[in-house]
């Protein structure tokens, strides 16, 4: 759905429709699918792969980060903002801004105190809802978008002429995106197994790194498969496939998801945790070969449906806009059975409409909304154990390693930014001369 009507069902998949919605305007939803379909597979199959031999050490990794070190991570995560925010770097960090102001809405994550709310407004006490802000900003905001282009006549039907030969890429694009496969396998990998990290970290990362190390930068987010291939494959390999190492190992679990694997052991009598590689090692490997499995599920039934997918742009506007509202705002209030997430929802899709009128990018604020609670929660917790004195960070030698990291990529960020638009304005000069 983030690929064929810009609408991401999780998230991780808010990335994804950065590149893949541009190569669907373009006629490429075939291709644009495929590939997400094989890249997701080789990320799950990475890291199933990585867990099957590797898990005990990643957990043992996964066990030194302290609140210290996530808060790092959570600023580190925050540095990729510069790389995908386009054109403008001061308009990315300016929509960064406004979603952390949006974090701070609800009760206070440490205190329980209400912020920018009062006791009536049940419906904001804990923040804004997460599905319902992210279905507004992307798929309410393009139905908008798409009906005042239908009343401005600038809409054009799309017929899908593309003739889908291969439900799989073709060797010769499987050599071009296989080093962005690996990369992100491996990022999804070690962010995945952090507890209370996730893929949706994971994911631009792996965007904002496949960008930095691209040759030609300037074509991410026109619509190109390395860009998909980059958010794509973290979807299976930092989901819930590395979620489970801190489950199995660690006892905590990643997500909601495997929440409920956690109760579903819970209730056979198994309890997560290191001891269950020595006396449950059996269910554990069934476990890993289950993920396998689902991967390989996963890859027939993409294959099978590939090229009826890709019909769904064909269809007339005038009927997909309003079915794309309806199950948007059906999503919004299944979330919590509310009708003021569906409000919510409405909202934040006017104000992603207007945002993308004048080239605002939507991807800082999902990104700030995913890192501003886990920033500000972990930022407090170290301050109280450090008992105010913040500059204590500088022993760990791994909240100093993303420190570093986040700073070499907002420099090298900016720096790349700047080169594209210099080029950019080049090439518009030289046509107007």
């Given at each position: 759905?983030a690929?064929?009507?810009?609408?991401?069902?999780?998230?991780?998949?808010a990335?994804?429709?950065?590149?893949?919605?541009?190569?669907?305007?373009?006629g490429?939803?075939g291709?644009?699918?495929?590939?997400?379909?094989f890249?997701?597979?080789?990320?799950g199959?990475?890291?199933?792969?990585?867990?099957?031999?590797?898990?005990?050490?990643?957990?043992?990794?996964?066990?030194?980060?302290g609140?210290?070190?996530?808060?790092?991570?959570?600023v580190?995560?925050?540095?990729?903002?510069?790389?995908?925010s386009?054109?403008?770097?001061a308009?990315?960090?300016i929509?960064?801004?406004?979603?952390?102001?949006?974090?701070?809405v609800?009760?206070?994550?440490?205190?329980?105190?209400?912020?920018?709310i009062?006791?009536?407004?049940t419906?904001?006490?804990?923040?804004?809802?997460?599905i319902?802000?992210?279905?507004?900003?992307?798929?309410?905001?393009?139905?908008?978008?798409?009906?005042?282009?239908?009343?401005?006549?600038?809409?054009?039907?799309?017929?899908?002429?593309?003739?889908?030969?291969?439900?799989?890429?073709?060797?010769?694009?499987?050599?071009?995106?296989?080093?962005?496969?690996?990369?992100?396998?491996?990022?999804?990998?070690?962010i995945?197994?952090?507890?209370?990290?996730?893929?949706?970290?994971?994911?631009?990362?792996?965007?904002?790194?496949?960008?930095?190390?691209s040759?030609?930068?300037?074509?991410?987010?026109?619509?190109?498969?390395?860009?998909?291939v980059?958010?794509?494959?973290l979807?299976s390999?930092s989901?819930n496939?590395?979620?489970?190492?801190?489950?199995?190992s660690?006892?905590?679990?990643?997500?909601?998801?495997?929440?409920?694997?956690?109760?579903?052991?819970?209730?056979?009598g198994?309890?997560?945790?290191?001891?269950?590689?020595?006396?449950e090692?059996?269910?554990?490997?069934?476990?890993f070969?289950a993920?396998?499995?689902?991967?390989?599920c996963?890859?027939?039934?993409?294959?099978l449906?590939?090229?009826?997918?890709?019909?769904?742009?064909?269809?007339?506007?005038?009927?997909?806009?309003?079915?794309?509202?309806?199950?948007?705002?059906?999503?919004?209030?299944?979330?919590?059975?509310?009708?003021?997430?569906?409000?919510?929802?409405?909202?934040f899709?006017?104000?992603?409409?207007?945002?993308?009128?004048?080239e605002?990018?939507l991807?800082?604020?999902?990104?700030?909304?995913?890192?501003?609670p886990?920033?500000?929660k972990?930022f407090?917790?170290?301050?109280?154990?450090?008992?105010?004195?913040?500059?204590?960070?500088?022993?760990?030698p791994?909240?100093?390693?993303?420190?570093?990291?986040?700073?070499l990529?907002?420099?090298y960020?900016?720096?790349?930014?700047s080169?594209?638009?210099?080029?950019?304005?080049?090439?518009?000069?030289?046509?107007?001369?």
């Amino acid at each position: 759905s983030a690929i064929l009507i810009h609408a991401p069902g999780t998230p991780a998949a808010a990335a994804t429709l950065l590149d893949g919605y541009p190569m669907c305007k373009k006629g490429q939803a075939g291709k644009a699918l495929s590939v997400a379909m094989f890249a997701s597979f080789c990320g799950g199959v990475i890291g199933a792969l990585v867990m099957t031999f590797l898990s005990p050490l990643v957990a043992d990794m996964a066990m030194n980060f302290g609140p210290g070190e996530m808060f790092m991570l959570a600023v580190f995560g925050l540095s990729v903002i510069v790389a995908i925010s386009g054109k403008s770097v001061a308009k990315g960090l300016i929509s960064a801004f406004f979603g952390m102001l949006l974090c701070t809405v609800g009760l206070d994550p440490t205190n329980g105190i209400p912020r920018f709310i009062t006791t009536k407004q049940t419906g904001l006490l804990d923040g804004f809802q997460f599905i319902p802000t992210l279905i507004g900003l992307f798929a309410v905001s393009e139905v908008i978008a798409g009906v005042e282009r239908i009343i401005r006549g600038e809409e054009h039907e799309q017929k899908s002429n593309e003739k889908i030969t291969n439900v799989l890429p073709d060797w010769k694009t499987i050599k071009r995106i296989w080093p962005n496969i690996l990369s992100g396998g491996l990022i999804g990998t070690f962010i995945g197994a952090i507890p209370g990290a996730g893929g949706d970290i994971a994911v631009f990362v792996s965007y904002g790194a496949s960008k930095s190390a691209s040759k030609h930068p300037e074509l991410y987010g026109t619509g190109i498969m390395d860009g998909v291939v980059a958010s794509d494959e973290l979807n299976s390999s930092s989901g819930n496939d590395d979620q489970v190492v801190p489950l199995l190992s660690l006892g905590v679990p990643g997500d909601s998801v495997t929440a409920i694997l956690l109760g579903a052991f819970i209730m056979k009598g198994i309890t997560p945790g290191p001891m269950m590689y020595v006396t449950e090692l059996p269910t554990v490997y069934r476990v890993f070969a289950a993920l396998m499995l689902a991967n390989l599920c996963m890859l027939v039934v993409g294959c099978l449906g590939v090229r009826f997918f890709a019909k769904i742009v064909s269809v007339e506007k005038k009927m997909l806009y309003p079915i794309i509202l309806v199950i948007s705002l059906l999503g919004a209030f299944s979330i919590n059975k509310n009708a003021f997430d569906v409000g919510v929802c409405v909202a934040f899709g006017i104000i992603g409409w207007l945002m993308n009128k004048y080239e605002f990018p939507l991807s800082p604020i999902l990104l700030a909304l995913i890192l501003g609670p886990m920033c500000e929660k972990n930022f407090v917790r170290y301050m109280n154990i450090q008992r105010g004195n913040f500059f204590a960070i500088t022993t760990s030698p791994i909240a100093m390693v993303f420190a570093t990291v986040a700073i070499l990529v907002i420099v090298y960020s900016v720096y790349n930014q700047s080169k594209i638009n210099k080029r950019a304005a080049a090439n518009a000069a030289q046509e107007k001369a």
